[in-house]
């Protein structure tokens, strides 16, 4: 009798350990979403506050590229009061993404503002906030899959209720269909 008790025991404390830990990687696993999330808001952020500073530079060579100008301000200010890390501020900063591409190559098309050292800088500085923001999305994307392998898996799908809200997140893709076709260098050889 003595040994089935023992045995009973054992058996309790293993499964006890085994669903404590399997909670303990959900909570850890929403953690890291949330982590990863805030992430890309500090980046859009840096973003933003970059944006003014290369358009008041561009704005001096380039005249004809107002409405760009404008577009990029509206989605800034669009983004900026968007709630951080909601659907609406992922769908404004990939609308700011498409129209950012436009600017970098309406901004080709001048070669004083190229070299403008004020403006090689400042596009330096916003190539690396732009590198940082892929950084962000990678991590968020890789704690998203994580979260969801985790909650797909008995007996971590047990405590599924606990991330309901980050299971909700979508990753984040780029949608602009120009931005994953293929380059062509002879366009870049005229």
Not at 87 to 105: H, I, M, P, R, T
């Amino acid at each position: 009798m003595g040994a089935v008790i023992l045995l009973l025991i054992v058996v309790v404390s293993v499964a006890t350990i085994i669903l404590y830990s399997s909670y303990v990687k959900v909570v850890k696993s929403g953690n890291a979403v949330r982590e990863a999330k805030s992430s890309i808001d500090v980046q859009f952020r840096k973003r933003y506050d970059l944006l003014p500073n290369i358009l008041t530079i561009a704005q001096r060579f380039m005249t004809h590229e107002k409405e760009i100008f404008t577009k990029i301000t509206e989605l800034r200010s669009q983004a900026i009061n968007a709630p951080a890390g909601s659907q609406e501020a992922f769908e404004c900063n990939k609308k700011l993404d498409s129209v950012l591409g436009q600017l970098k190559v309406s901004m080709e098309n001048y070669p004083t503002l190229k070299s403008d050292a004020t403006m090689t800088q400042a596009m330096k500085t916003y190539n690396e906030v732009e590198e940082h923001i892929a950084a962000a999305r990678r991590f968020y994307n890789s704690a998203i899959t994580q979260l969801r392998n985790y909650v797909m898996i008995f007996p971590t799908s047990l405590f599924k209720g606990y991330v309901q809200e980050e299971m909700q997140n979508s990753y984040y893709e780029i949608e602009d269909k120009n931005m994953t076709k293929a380059v062509n260098a002879a366009d870049y050889l005229k």
